[in-house]
Nanobody, 128 residues
C-alpha cells in the first residue's frame, strides 16, 4: 500500500521559513517524479514545485521561484520543500504527489491529474 505523509507545516510570520517533508512508502521510490501542490481556500489546486525521478531537474511555479527549493533523498524515500521568505499568499494546504509515468530522466509533470499518489496534506499559514 502506497502512502505519502507530509509534515513540517505550521504557522509562521511573513518573511519566515518552513521545511516540508514528504515520507513515501513506495517501492522503487527513486523511479518516481515528485511534486508539491497547494490549495488555498476557495482556490484551485496549483503546482508549486517538482523534481524529476533522476533528481537532475526541478521546476517551480513563477510565484515561488527564488524562494522555494525542492529536493529529494532517495535513501530516505523523502522529498522536501524548503520555503523561505514566506508571504501571506503562500497560505494553503500543501500536498506532495508521486508520478510514475515519466520515463525521461529530466521530465517533470506540472499537471496534478498525471500524478498517481497523493498525501493527505499539511497546513501552512503565513501571518502578516
Amino acid at each position: 500500500q502506497v502512502q505519502l505523509v507530509e509534515s513540517g507545516g505550521g504557522l509562521v510570520q511573513a518573511g519566515g521559513s518552513l521545511r516540508l517533508s514528504c515520507a513515501a512508502s513506495i517501492r522503487a521510490f527513486s523511479s518516481y517524479g515528485m511534486g508539491w501542490f497547494r490549495q488555498a481556500p476557495g482556490k484551485e489546486r496549483e503546482f508549486v514545485a517538482g523534481i524529476s525521478w533522476s533528481g537532475s531537474s526541478t521546476d517551480y511555479a513563477p510565484s515561488v521561484v527564488g524562494r522555494f527549493t525542492i529536493s529529494r533523498d532517495d535513501a530516505k524515500n523523502t522529498v522536501y520543500l524548503q520555503m523561505n521568505s514566506l508571504k501571506p499568499e503562500d497560505t494553503a494546504v500543501y500536498y506532495c504527489a508521486a508520478d510514475s509515468k515519466n520515463t525521461i530522466a529530466t521530465a517533470i509533470s506540472i499537471w496534478g491529474h498525471l500524478y498517481d499518489y497523493w498525501g493527505q496534506g499539511t497546513q501552512v499559514t503565513v501571518s502578516s
